[in-house]
């Protein structure tokens, strides 16, 4: 089995820092299945198909597949109310988002 490469935007990082034990303790296993499966879990947002979200306990993980690097970024994590807000900064964050995911895996020699 492939896996993917997780890895996370300083949004992502900022709020998972400051989550308890028991929410990271869900992300860790969601980490876990986006390593995995990838692109099968969570559902499409805005009509793009590698831009997700999973459900978790009343917060939503968002996050952006690539398939060229079979990578998951890890983008951002907030309730409902908020959701709207964090999907239209990522979209417009999009190519940016492209370009870090790109920087990190050649950092950690991936690509």
């Known amino acids: 089995m ?18 308890t034990e028991k929410e990271k303790q869900r992300i860790n296993r969601l980490l876990d299945q986006l390593s ?3 692109e099968m879990v969570g559902k499409p947002l805005a009509g793009y198909w590698f831009f997700r979200e999973k459900k978790m306990n009343g917060n939503r993980l ?6 060229e690097w079979k990578t998951v970024l890890l983008v951002d ?12 900064e990522i979209l417009i964050q999009l190519e940016n988002h492209k370009e870090y995911t790109r920087k990190k ?3 950690m020699k991936i690509i």
């Open 77 to 88: 994590v907030g309730h409902k109310k908020i959701q709207q807000k964090i999907i239209s």
């Open 62 to 67: 968002y996050f952006l597949v690539y398939r």
């Open 2 to 19: 492939s896996y993917y490469t997780v890895i996370s935007f300083t949004n992502f990082e900022e709020k998972y820092y400051h989550s």
């Open 36 to 38: 995995e499966k990838g």
């Open 105 to 107: 895996l050649l950092e």
